[in-house]
């Protein structure tokens, strides 16, 4: 059995190729740098990040101004004549383009610009070798995908069924037919998965018999939000499709903080139709299995590079971090006074677990630092040390309030944030916290708990304070994203001797 999602965290807009018994797996990144996370697995189940597609600025280029939420939209990965390619869509830059490597841990090439409007790129070869793309609003379009030149289209070929925001196409030449998979309905609860087939790439496409061919819309199932699919032939022969879906949680409309994951699920074929789901919880697993070593929990910084899995919002300056300065610890300089605003040093990793431990040892000097989970600027909590003070920090939209402070000795300090989805607390009118509390704050009469999860902060095993976590989720916050957990300094410098995320 396996369980579902099997890259879990904010990790949307799945796509998957095979190379031989190798998949290969990306996802978008939005403002993240570096861009395009890329995965390996032998099953489809145990996934690896071996990298990330575009790890350096000539190839991502996200300004201070972009927002939150942009940047790299859905990437397509396809293994075609022993090359591996990648064609995704910058929406804070100048559109689409295609970046090609023979390893696909890297490196990866400097982008090829293709002059196509629309986002969600895909790319497919017929039997002669033509290379076609279709994008968003399915338009299909035969260009050159080593000089981005569009040699003929774009075409439209197919509307869907009428859901809303028709995206995520991807196209497939199976036995004779031309496959065009695609989502509608939007991201959110109403998302779907819609078939048409064609014999030509250039249309007309009839749809399926029965669309969609999966959604979890209007059911109860604790996993929503299902779409934006890509199918992959396993070496078997078999069929899957990856795909992502929520998990919201809390009470009514439910709250997902982790973003949009992504999930696993079998495919057959009925009378050349593909047939899809429900995607659950646990499933039998595909034939081959190939479990993994996981991560470690700790991160020690004792590498020669900083491991694949962090990233920072739009940039990281080199003179913004060092694993040099101080061998063994990762040592950060603010180039910014403020997480509330972009351009500040901040260096994390995505919340894969409901239920987690985040913790770090910083020693903090003359430093304004500390530990960040955050889902944008205007959506985070801190837990900052600064002038001899550790603090908890809440920013939510408009307002930015200290809700607690307590008094710390010189010298390293253990900074912890812990999620949990047991004992939630309920929405307080309780004032700012003076100083740390000895358990959580009671429950006004009347109201009942709200939200998806609890973060509480604690300073050397002394809890500070503890926040209703709905207020970190996509739901109140909007956008792509999911949260991120990570170190950051807005004054002087400071250094982190280790880092530890533990489910």
């Known amino acids: 059995m396996y369980d579902n999602p099997v890259v879990p965290g904010f990790h949307p807009d ?67 004549d022993g090359r591996f390619y990648v064609i995704t869509t910058n929406v804070s830059g100048r559109g689409n383009f295609i970046v090609t490597a023979e390893r696909p841990a890297g490196p990866w090439s400097d982008p090829v610009w ?6 969600d790129p895909d790319l497919t070869w017929d039997e002669d070798g033509n290379c076609w793309c279709v994008v968003s609003g399915n338009h299909v379009s035969r260009v050159d995908p080593d000089k981005g030149k569009v040699l003929e289209g774009p075409y439209p070929v197919w509307s869907g069924t009428g859901g809303k925001y028709p995206e995520a196409p991807h196209l497939y030449r199976v036995d004779g037919w031309w496959y065009l998979l695609m989502s509608e309905g939007g991201t959110e609860r109403g998302h779907a998965v819609s078939i048409a087939r064609s014999r030509s790439p250039r249309g007309p496409f009839d749809p399926g ?18 779409g934006h699919a890509d199918l992959v032939q396993a070496a078997d022969g078999t069929w899957w499709m990856v795909l992502l879906a929520t998990r919201p949680r809390g009470y009514t409309p439910e709250f997902q903080v982790l973003g949009r994951e992504t999930c696993l699920t079998p495919v057959r074929w009925e009378d050349g139709w593909p047939v899809a789901g429900p995607v659950e919880e646990r499933h039998p697993a595909p034939a081959a299995w190939h479990p993994l070593p996981g991560e470690p929990a700790r991160d020690d910084f004792d590498a020669a590079a900083l491991a694949p899995s962090w990233i920072s919002p739009r940039d990281r300056p080199d003179g913004s971090w060092s694993l040099t300065e101080r061998p063994g610890r990762l040592t950060l300089h603010a180039t910014g006074p403020t997480l509330d605003r972009p351009s500040h040093t901040f260096i994390g990793r995505r919340q894969q677990h409901h239920d987690c431990r985040i913790s770090t040892c910083l020693e903090p000097g003359n430093a304004t630092a500390g530990l960040s989970l955050r889902m944008d600027e205007a959506h985070h909590y801190d837990l900052e040390v600064g002038d001899g003070h550790a603090r908890v920090i809440a920013r939510i939209g408009p307002l930015r309030q200290n809700v607690a402070e307590h008094r710390i000795p010189p010298g390293t300090v253990t900074l912890a944030i812990d999620i949990r989805t047991d004992r939630i607390l309920p929405p307080s009118t309780a004032g700012p916290i003076s100083g740390p509390i000895s358990g959580p704050i009671s429950e006004p009469a009347g109201v009942g708990a709200r939200g998806p999860d609890t973060v509480a902060f604690s300073v050397n095993g002394t809890l500070l304070a503890e926040l209703d976590g709905r207020y970190l989720s996509t739901e109140v916050a909007t956008g792509f994203t999911g949260r991120v957990a990570g170190m950051y300094v807005t004054r002087g410098s400071a250094s982190f001797d280790w880092f530890d995320y533990s489910a």
């Open 114 to 119: 293709i002059d196509l409007p629309g986002i």
């Open 14 to 80: 799945p796509s998957v190729c095979r190379a031989g018994d190798d998949y290969y797996l990306v996802c978008s990144s939005f403002e993240y740098f570096p861009g395009v996370p890329i995965f390996h697995s032998r099953d489809l189940v145990h996934w690896r990040q071996i990298g990330n597609v575009l790890d350096r600025p000539a190839q991502l280029d996200l300004p201070p101004g972009a927002t939150a939420s942009g940047g790299i939209y859905a990437p397509t990965i396809r293994h075609h």
């Open 209 to 226: 018999p029965v669309n969609p061919i999966l959604t979890h819309r209007g059911t109860g199932r604790p996993i929503q939000s299902t």
